[in-house]
């Protein structure tokens, strides 16, 4: 059974632009989180996703956004880039919805920013 | 989102040396997860606890979930260099998961 899938594994950007993350998530999850994690933080939660709609979301800047697709796949997208969104980008998939479950992250995205 | 306690924040041991670290939170959850990571890499699950005081082992890690379902443990016997990393504890609630600081663990050969 295939794990989480993330892409792309690294990705350097400059200020301003924006960038698309994608997260695979293994067969059957339906749910979808996000995570920012800098170095000497934990993980910083983003947003969740389930069945194509956004049901929680954390403490960010309304540049990160994300969107669910009907296969579960989902993107996360941050605009205008700035220095301090260099960090490594964790989903986590889980059954969820049914209470008792466990997380699975994928091996993440660094971004860097310059 | 809300973070648990984890502590200790980091330790360095030697090899062969057992090692404890524990997570709090104000409020009770229904799962306990502990998680670790290697460098650049996403976490790993280790352990899951799915009922207050049960105890679960993993090779040589022993992880609890408290009475009061507000803390669990995580103990590693007889540590081995390849030990070496963060590890994070994760409380799940509701759609929800929250996750500890990390401890980072070091162990000297």
């Known amino acids: 059974k295939a794990g989480v899938t993330q892409t792309p594994r690294y990705l350097i950007k400059t200020r301003g632009q924006q960038v698309t993350l994608s997260c695979s998530p293994i067969?059957?999850?339906?749910?979808v989180s996000w995570y920012q994690q800098t170095p000497g933080q934990g993980l910083q939660f983003l947003f969740e996703?389930?069945?194509?709609?956004?049901?929680n979301k954390g403490n960010f800047p309304g540049r990160f956004s994300g969107r669910q697709f009907s296969n579960s796949r989902s993107e996360m997208n941050v605009s205008t880039l700035e220095l301090g969104d260099s960090a490594l980008y964790l989903c986590a998939s889980s059954l969820i919805a049914l209470g008792d479950t466990e997380a699975f992250f994928g091996q993440g995205t660094r971004l860097t920013v310059v | 989102g809300q973070q648990l306690n984890q502590s200790p924040q980091s330790m360095f041991i030697q090899e062969g040396e057992d090692v404890s670290m524990n997570c709090t939170s104000s409020?009770?959850?229904?799962?306990w997860l502990w998680y670790k990571q290697d460098p650049g890499e996403g976490p790993v699950l280790l352990i899951a606890?799915?009922?207050?005081?049960e105890l679960t082992s993993n090779g040589r890690l022993t992880a609890q979930f408290g009475i009061t379902r507000k803390d669990s443990f995580l103990n590693i016997s007889a540590s081995i260099p390849s030990d070496v990393g963060i590890y994070f504890c994760a409380g799940q609630r509701g759609n929800q998961f929250y996750f500890g600081t990390g401890t980072s663990l070091t162990v000297i050969p």
């Open positions: 409020s009770i959850f229904n799962t």
């Open positions: 996703y389930f069945s194509e709609t956004q049901r």
């Open positions: 067969s059957g999850h339906r749910s």
């Open positions: 606890l799915y009922k207050a005081g």
